[in-house]
């Protein structure tokens, strides 16, 4: 450990350079899609410029003792991007990739991903640049919890909700709980969700967004004409939601025939076993090693012909640059922005039928909203109530954006948006301009 990092400020840590290929940082793509969504509605221009602001943005130092006994001064970032809805909502990332403009992204897309659910809620997202996979847990127990206490001052089950999100789990949303709820001096359970069930978590919810894709997917499969028998499918990203919409999807008869992670991918057009791919990533922690199938790289994978395409990874992974190469004739975009504004029209082009990330991977939020409904009254749902009310809500959702796009004639990405923003200007027209 070199003295400087005793320095009061975190050393800056510059985004890796090829991940957005200078094709456009996301907040500048998310605000791309909403200008194309807020022309079409003919959105006033008093609410315009309020949506195209986030509300809150707040950068603090962390300072954690680590296990040598040296101190670490990491940053950490939490954005309000829209609470006019309801509470804030959004999850917590830990990633060496972390920056302002990615979490305000991520902060208005939960913000329009809430409303095209409709559940009540407004958008945040958070980050701490770190690499969690170089830290014991004993440091990333003390850096979550500086970091709650940082942020303190917008937590609240009233007003903002974490949630995981990225390289954060049901033990730290655990922390995050009990840091709150030390600080008001009773125990808050609503405060965060994507708990431990032990500790008021909901029965679904770990596997809740990998199921709202495959819930979407099916949509999109009968809507296209598509049997789900058979269809192949390849999932980049084999995390939380991947492997878990993997899974599922494979349950409904479709044939995995692509896996992917940080460590690269794998190909097997006679179909790979999820189940043994999850239970080596339990044992082995990454894909590394696993043996059903050829090695390709990620970009070799996202371009196989398939017909289904999942990537459940990160932002900025379908760009202007393999976006022509895409075989697959549906994209579920699991991941937050994985898909950049410039590839939109090469894909609409190919009539590649997309749905989403706002609307695909909503399934996440959608039950932690039943996770806070639960934890406010006290009573506990069956994980069938859960699963049920999450296929009702992301069936109905996708039909609305459907017939919306159908209505306007535009692509499902730009009727979600019209969608979403729309819920969010009525509210504003309601609540006014608090002088
Ligand atoms: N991190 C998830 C997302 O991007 C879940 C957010 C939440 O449940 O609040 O949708």
């Excluded at 050829?294 to 012909?305: K, S």
């Amino acid at each position: 450990m070199t003295p400087d990092l005793l320095l009061p400020t975190a050393p800056i840590v510059r985004p890796d350079k090829d991940r957005f290929l200078n094709e456009e940082n996301p907040f500048e793509g998310m605000m791309s899609r909403f200008d194309r969504a807020a022309e079409l509605l003919d959105l006033e221009p008093g609410i315009y410029k309020v949506l195209r602001h986030p509300e809150k943005q707040i950068i603090t130092s962390i300072p954690v003792m680590l296990d040598n006994g040296e101190v670490e001064v990491f940053t950490g970032i939490r954005v309000l991007y829209n609470t006019s809805r309801g509470p804030a909502k959004g999850g917590i990332r830990f990633d060496m990739n972390v920056s302002l403009d990615e979490v305000t992204a991520l902060a208005a897309w939960m913000t329009w991903k809430c409303a095209v659910v409709n559940i009540p809620f407004g958008g945040a997202k958070g980050g701490v640049i770190c690499d969690p996979l170089k830290m014991s847990v004993g440091e990333l127990e003390r850096l979550t919890r500086r970091y709650t206490a940082s942020i303190i001052q917008t937590l609240g089950p009233d007003s903002d909700v974490p949630a995981p999100d990225v390289n954060t789990n049901e033990r730290v949303m655990a922390w995050i709980m009990d840091t709150y709820s030390m600080h008001v001096r009773h125990t808050v359970t609503a405060v965060v969700t994507g708990k431990p069930v032990e500790m008021g978590g909901s029965l679904g919810r770990r596997e809740a967004t990998g199921r709202g894709c495959m819930i979407v997917t099916k949509q999109a499969l009968a809507h296209l004409g598509m049997p789900l028998k058979g269809t192949t499918l390849i999932v980049q990203g084999f995390g939380n939601v991947g492997s878990v919409a993997a899974q599922l999807l494979q349950r409904e008869g479709c044939k995995i025939i692509g896996i992917s992670d940080r460590t690269g991918g794998y190909v097997n057009p006679k179909g790979i076993d999820v189940d043994e791919a999850i239970a080596h990533v339990k044992q082995h922690k990454t894909l590394e090693g696993f043996a059903q199938g050829d090695r390709v790289t990620n970009e070799q994978l996202l371009t196989t012909d398939v017909d289904v395409l999942l990537p459940a990874a990160l932002e900025n992974v379908i760009t202007s640059k393999n976006a022509a190469q895409i075989k697959a004739k549906i994209i579920c975009e699991g991941a937050n922005g994985p898909t950049t504004a410039a590839a939109d029209a090469i894909l609409d082009e190919k009539g590649i039928f997309v749905i989403p990330d706002i609307l695909a991977n909503a399934g996440g939020v959608t039950v932690s909203y039943f996770e806070w409904v639960q934890d406010r009254g006290g009573y506990f749902w069956t994980e069938q109530r859960v699963n049920d009310s999450l296929t009702q809500i992301m069936e109905q959702s996708f039909d609305a954006v459907l017939n919306l796009s159908k209505q306007h004639k535009v692509n499902m990405r730009t009727a979600a948006y019209m969608l979403s923003i729309s819920r969010v200007a009525t509210v504003h027209r309601l609540r006014g301009i608090y002088a």
